[in-house]
């Protein structure tokens, strides 16, 4: 079965600083892995997606990813952290069982200190 | 264009009554997914729907859920009997294509909270 783990619940980084989330698959098959951001109240919006393409994976607002498959991981970074930035963000993977729904991480709270 | 679209964006119903959840997917999308976000569980798949392929109920917690889709477009969530863990924001999402590596594109989710 696959499944996506995020190490950490909240991550708080400097305004201008390095934003790094972990996020991890278990897949027996290549993984479709997505990033998406929650803003309060809001829906999830795609940030970006790896689909067997190009390992590194360029998003919006300046984001991006590498997928590594020796580490089974695909984490999201950002040079530097705008205030804006501030948000919940959810690593998944695509089930590839036939519905191609998606397993969720936990989600990962990004605060940006001024 | 026009996203996905979820009504009513907020429902507070009493513990024992039914509801209904609405989803209006992009137009053009033939695959439509339900997703409960609550604090206990995350983000939990519920159901989905492929043009006029019987539906994948897997997720679904209980006899007391149900949806359907008509004429390939709306969707209608029903939660019967309402109980108290039933509160979570609802998300509806919509796919262009069906085989992997085509992204969701979410609603803005409907909040339900039984009193």
């Known amino acids: 079965a696959q499944s996506v783990t995020q190490l950490g619940s909240h991550v708080s980084v400097s305004e201008g600083a390095l934003v790094l989330l972990r996020c991890n698959y278990s897949s027996s098959v290549p993984p479709y892995l997505f990033w998406y951001v929650q803003y309060p109240n809001q829906g999830l919006q795609l940030l970006l997606k790896y689909t067997s393409a190009a390992t590194l994976v360029k998003g919006i607002n300046g984001f991006e990813a590498e997928f590594k498959k020796s580490e089974t991981s695909f984490h999201l970074t950002k040079p530097s952290a705008h205030m804006s930035d501030a948000a919940e963000y959810f690593c998944?993977?695509?089930?590839?069982?036939?519905?191609?729904?998606?397993?969720f991480g936990t989600g990962t709270r990004l605060k940006v200190l001024a | 264009g026009a996203g996905v679209s979820q009504s009513p964006s907020n429902k507070v119903t009493e513990k024992g009554k039914d509801v209904e959840l609405r989803c209006d997917p992009i137009?053009?999308?033939?695959?439509l997914y339900w997703y409960r976000q609550s604090l206990g569980q995350g983000l939990e798949f519920l159901i989905y729907f492929q043009g006029n392929s019987a539906p994948d109920k897997s997720g679904l917690p209980s006899d007391r859920f149900s949806a359907e889709r008509t004429g390939g477009s709306v969707s209608t969530l029903t939660i019967q009997r309402t109980q108290q863990e039933d509160s979570a924001v609802y998300l509806c999402?919509?796919?262009?294509?069906?085989?992997?590596?085509?992204?969701?594109?979410f609603g803005p989710g409907t909040r339900l909270t039984v009193t």
């Open positions: 998944a993977v695509s089930d590839q069982t036939g519905t191609y729904k998606y397993i």
């Open positions: 137009s053009g999308h033939t695959a």
């Open positions: 999402a919509s796919s262009t294509r069906w085989t992997s590596g085509g992204e969701q594109y």
